[in-house]
């Protein structure tokens, strides 16, 4: 899509608990830039296993911060793909 001349945003959560090196922000938001390839990370609560109750609140709080950004893409006036 960049390769065309859309201007491409991810917004991803900084939990993995499948990395062996896990991304861990200080800051709520961190954004990165390349080529013309934009990435919202989103700081997350971190949860160790799959199947427990702390993964559904990090989805929570994901979603939340979600909110949060909205306000600032907005303002960019993007699409939104999923």
Not at 21 to 35: G, V
Request: hydrophobic letters at 40%; proline letters at 1%.
């Amino acid at each position: 899509m960049a390769k065309k001349g859309h201007n491409v945003t991810v917004i991803t959560s900084d939990s993995n608990i499948f990395s062996d090196i896990p991304y861990k922000l200080k800051e709520r938001l961190k954004i990165e830039t390349y080529d013309q390839l934009f990435i919202y990370w989103l700081k997350t609560i971190k949860y160790k296993v799959s199947k427990s109750f702390l993964r559904i609140i990090s989805w929570f709080h994901f979603e939340l911060n979600l909110l949060f950004l909205n306000k600032k893409v907005k303002k960019t006036g993007c699409d939104y793909c999923f």
